[in-house]
């Protein structure tokens, strides 16, 4: 009988004081991306594509800032609902949904990933919070 393995699903959140319309374009504009998807200041995302819609990819590059190392982050759009609901599927199958919802002022985004089996939990949770708290800040400041 054949064993189906479930994904454990984290979630991280954040309330960005910013309308929905302005948190929306620095979530999905690549000029935004390359300025804040970092995990930390030694990080950063040099070049970033995106093609917003069902069945159009996405591509983020991440690198140490001393080049000694870097990956290409990056999925396909299952769906797309402007300024509320995002999923993809990364390219090692994993499912992403981050869901937007507007208070006033203050949009809170909600994302929630499959976690991989190579890092701990608390360490994706850590390093998936760290990115959105990174874009927080950004977003604020803009």
């Not at 309308?19 to 804040?36: E, G, L, M, R």
């Not at 800032?65 to 402007?82: A, C, L, P, R």
């Not at 360490?123 to 950004?138: E, P, R, S, T, V």
Request: hydrophobic residues 35%; negative net charge.
């Amino acid at each position: 009988m054949e064993h189906t393995h479930k994904a454990v699903v984290l979630t991280v959140e954040a309330n960005i004081n910013a309308p929905v319309s302005h948190v929306w374009d620095c979530w999905t504009n690549p000029a935004h991306i390359t300025k804040w998807c970092a995990a930390s200041d030694d990080w950063h995302a040099p070049t970033a594509t995106n093609d917003l819609r069902a069945g159009g990819s996405f591509t983020t590059r991440m690198e140490a800032k001393d080049g000694s190392m870097g990956f290409d982050f990056g999925g396909v759009y299952d769906e797309v609902i402007t300024h509320q609901f995002i999923s993809y599927t990364m390219s090692d199958g994993r499912k992403v949904n981050i869901q937007f919802t507007e208070d006033g002022d203050i949009t809170k985004v909600v994302e929630d990933f499959e976690a991989e089996t190579e890092n701990s939990l608390e360490m994706q949770q850590g390093g998936w919070q760290a990115i959105l708290n990174n874009f927080k800040q950004y977003t604020e400041r803009k």
